[in-house]
């Protein structure tokens, strides 16, 4: 099968008729899920309910905004970049769009291993647009609708089940009639109660250009439905004139020289690897920090006590906390044929001309241009530890969550987050099961655990230490980790179903190829004399075993048994990961199931968590130190208690027993010794 990218877009103008087709088709006032919300977490969401076979109806306030790039023109990195591939497992939209809109593709971390890689890729924002508003429109069983949703539909409440509400569709701010759905997905962004912040002004709005979402709604969640809301901010630099910038006083960083594709059904991006552009580093100066402490007093975004990104801060932000540093930035395109950079690391809320006058003091921009000045955003979330793993409201049945309006910060968080909503909002219209993600196979799952099990207290962004099993995470086995269960929960088309099945065939024939080959050392020495096998090993190694040397890779091993390996040729790559990861993967699996085995393992009830020598986080500690669980199985089912944080307890425990009883036993030894002493002594000791 051929994995080339062949999408073609419709032109712009007979895709606004498509759109408007779509509109006035809109006759139904029930659907089986309406997504409100056409962002990041919406859009796929929406296509991945209208997959599973939900008739689905995408509400958003702008259609032309469908699919828009809020801030950064990026989409991945590390811990994000798994996350795009798990989409793309999972079929959704962003690693498609990703290989169709990318203009420099490069993967992060390539020094570290293969599971901690981050895929990356600098987009255009109009392709980004284009593709993500193409492929919904081409969504078989998914509507779109402009308008702004004001009112959420809930029904009476039974009175046997008080604090339980029942979610039945929306209303529009224009006052018409409900449209009624099973289920709605809310994936609001950064628009519920929005305020825009720049100098000493604020003013309503979710976005630059956009209003914010009606302050009904987050009225409604609060008063209503009684959800806890929280506030938090975010900020957007200015964008600068790119023929006003002189780049040549800015170190070049080139993209990889063959792009990688984000999509398993990709073999090329759209942009070939000659087309690509370049990003460009520079540094910010004592100037930047005049500027940023000279007009605080101006900037009150900054002044206030809403929590922010904290690894993406604002320059201000950076400046206050490491005050005398010099700091990153990266001068990125915007677009293939833009005439605008977007400053990465200057994220911003002072007065216009201040900002002006700030990014003049770096010299490569000292007579640059802003054509849009950066700004802040603040606004409303509800903490995500009133949602279940099905990202479904506890006490609102029918009532999905997704995105920035559960506390998370980022194009890739909403994107996996939207796609889990979407398909659990469409399975429960179906009356078919809610389903779920485990940290154990996957990123999104580490994600929404997280979330529904800790809560946020800043915006969470991903990263791969959040991951206990990240060896076995990898961006390279998304497909055989979550392909199948996608298919199995009706996200996935068969189409790419089929592809997965063939490649996770052809992996395990070819494994099983390299474990039959079972030979001496000494053979393997002369067949293979430029990898170094090392004395220590065992008197026999297999195929796989040989593959885990530095030195060794799977065409080496292909030009000696061509026989048995030749047919695999196109995974000598993924065989190679395989074979590293082999016995991390082994191992990490048995400390799984050997905690599992150890449910009933006593808990000391006098421990000290607080003091515990082991890597628990505060939060853990606490609700140890409250609830003080009896065994490790009870400490699992705590709430906010990570698997990471079981597997660090139950290492501790095991060895301060060990060493309890190796101590005991030393004693025991000890004593016995003195005894035995004492008894020949005697023996020899005339009485
Ligand atoms: P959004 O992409 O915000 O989409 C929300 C959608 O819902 C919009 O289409 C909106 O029109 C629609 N909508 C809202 N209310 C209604 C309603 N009542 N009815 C109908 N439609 C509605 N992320 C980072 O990782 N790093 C950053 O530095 C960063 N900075 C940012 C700065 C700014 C100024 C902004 C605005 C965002 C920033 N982001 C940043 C966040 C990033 O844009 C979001 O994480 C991501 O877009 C969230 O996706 P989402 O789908 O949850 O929401």
Redesign the pocket.
Known sequence: MSHMLTKTLPPVQSFLLLVSRRISHLTRQQYDVIV???????TEAAAAAARVGAETLL????IQ?VGAL???PSLGGVGKGQLVKEIDALDGLCGRAGDWAGIHFSILNRRKGPAVWGPRAQLDRQRYREFIQSELLSTPRLMMLE???EELMVAEQNPEEPGQHRVTGIRLANGSHPILASSVVL?????LSGSLFVGQTSSPG??IG?AP??TG?SQMLRERLGLKVGRLR???PPRIVKDSVDLSLAQLHLPDSHPTPFSFMNTQTRCKPEEQLPCHLTYTTPGVERVVTETLHLNCHIQQDTKG?RY?PSIESRVLRFPGRSHQVWLEPEGMTSDLLYPQGL?MTMPPDMQLRLIREIPCMHRAEIYTPG?G?QYDFVCPTQLSPALQVKSAQGLFLA???NG????EE?AAQ?LWAGVNAARRALSMPLVSLSRTESYIGVLIDDLVSRGVTEPY?MFTSRAEFRTSLRPDNADLRLTPKGFEVGCVSSLRYQEALRVKNSLQDAMAALEALTLSTTIWRTKLPHIHVSESKNSTLTGMDMLQYKDASFEMLASVFSDCLSPYMEFSQRLKIEAVYKPHCDLSKKEMERIQKEENMFLPQDIDYFSLPVSLSKEVREILDKVRPSTLGAATRLEGVTPAAIVSLFNYIQITDRKERITHRSQQDKNQEKEEKLCVNNAVLPH
């Open positions: 409100v919300g056409g962002g990041h977490a919406g509400v958003t306030q702008k905004t809020s801030c950064n308008g702004s949703v994936t609001t962004g950064t628009f979710g976005r956009d979402s009606s709604l975010t900020g957007t990104p993406c994220s700004y955003v995105g920035q309006i998370t910060t980022g194009y909403a939207g962004r």
